[in-house]
C-alpha cells in the first residue's frame, strides 16, 4: 500500500515562505506524477502543482512565479517551495501521487498565511 506523509506546514505572516516535503512509501514501482493540491474552507480540492518523473512540471496560474515544485526520484519525494505567501493560500495542502493507474494521497497539512 503506497503511503505519502507531508510535512513542513505551519503559520507564517503574508510574503513569507515555507517548504513542504512528501515522502512515499510502500511501492517499487514508478510514481509517474507527484505534485501537491490544496483545500481552503469550504473550497474544493484544487491542483497546486505536479511533475512528472521526468521532471515536466504543471503550475495552476494562481501561484506560477511564487511555488516551486521538486522530486527526487530516488527517494521518491517530492517538494513544494512556497514563497510571497498570500492569506488566500491559506489551505490544508495534500501530497498526490500516481501509482499505475490508481491515485494516492497523503493525510494533509495545515498551512496558515496570516498576520
Known amino acids: 500500500q503506497v503511503q505519502l506523509v507531508e510535512s513542513g506546514g505551519g503559520l507564517v505572516q503574508p510574503g513569507g515562505s515555507l517548504r513542504l516535503s512528501c515522502a512515499a512509501s510502500g511501492t517499487s514501482f514508478k510514481i509517474s506524477v507527484m505534485g501537491w493540491f490544496r483545500q481552503a474552507p469550504g473550497k474544493q480540492r484544487e491542483m497546486v502543482a505536479v511533475?512528472?518523473?521526468?521532471?515536466?512540471?504543471n503550475y495552476a496560474d494562481f501561484v506560477k512565479g511564487r511555488f516551486t515544485v521538486s522530486r527526487d526520484n530516488g527517494k521518491n519525494e517530492v517538494a513544494l517551495q512556497m514563497n510571497s505567501l498570500k492569506p488566500e493560500d491559506t489551505a490544508v495542502y495534500y501530497c498526490?501521487?500516481?501509482?499505475?493507474?490508481?491515485?494516492?494521497w497523503g493525510q494533509g497539512t495545515e498551512v496558515t498565511v496570516s498576520s
Open positions: 498526490h501521487g500516481i501509482v499505475g493507474a490508481r491515485n494516492y
Open positions: 511533475i512528472s518523473s521526468g521532471g515536466n512540471t
